[in-house]
């Protein structure tokens, strides 16, 4: 993933913004990610990972860009449509997983998991040019990492692994330096950008804290 991002020959505009926000503060740099990708990851903290991901994105989300976004409204229904089929996938992994591996503290996870939910709605609904869809953006790319958590549980726990159809690096690339038409859309689109993946790194920290309860030294 970090080679991809960074393997596009855009030197300047909003996308390079999004590439360096997405390399520094995405998932990708996050230690748990990997942590889960390895083949030694247990299976209980993988299931954690996947009940918490369908907790705070298996449900719409950013389908109101669609309609908030005139002339870029085409490319947010066939992301929509993909994103609908990764819920799907994320649903046949949490039925796979099994129960929630019991972790002290679940009340408090339960809560911040609620509180990304309204985070994203509210980026989502944003009134501001460019911010959901700065925010979309971001969840595109992210979720390129977290498509990667999604498959290797889903060799662990014997689901098949679908096609992704979210929109590739390239092409992301692409529709961003499209739309960010002015200085202060780019800034929005930014904004919106640095707030998704700023709550994807509390999701990875909060997971990683998890796994330590369950694993007292």
């Not at 449509?81 to 972790?103: D, N, V």
């Not at 980026?123 to 595109?140: P, W, Y």
Request: aromatic content about 6%; proline content about 4%; overall charge negative.
């Amino acid at each position: 993933m970090l080679l991809e991002i960074t393997s596009t020959n855009r030197a300047e505009g909003v996308w390079h913004v999004l590439a360096a926000l997405a390399v520094g503060d995405g998932s990708v740099a996050h230690p748990v990610v990997a942590t889960l990708l390895a083949s030694t990851a247990a299976k209980r903290n993988l299931a954690d990972a996947i009940h918490a991901i369908c907790s705070v994105h298996g449900r719409l989300l950013f389908d109101q860009v669609t309609l908030a976004e005139g002339e870029s409204a085409g490319w947010f229904v066939s992301v929509a449509a993909a994103f609908m089929a990764e819920r799907i996938y994320l649903a046949h992994l949490t039925a796979a997983a099994g129960p929630l591996p019991s972790t002290p503290g679940q009340a408090a996870a339960d809560a911040a998991f609620a509180s990304q939910r309204h985070a994203f709605d509210m980026l989502a609904a944003s009134s501001r040019k460019g911010c959901a869809v700065g925010a979309a953006l971001a969840l595109i790319l992210d979720w390129h990492v977290i498509r990667d958590v999604l498959d290797a549980a889903a060799e662990r726990f014997a689901v098949k692994v679908p096609p992704c159809g979210l929109p590739s690096i390239d092409e992301v690339a692409a529709f961003a330096d499209l739309i960010a038409e002015t200085p202060a859309t780019q800034r929005a689109i930014a904004f919106g950008a640095q707030q998704v993946f700023a709550q994807h790194r509390g999701l990875w920290c909060l997971l990683e804290a998890r796994a330590s309860a369950r694993n007292p030294d």
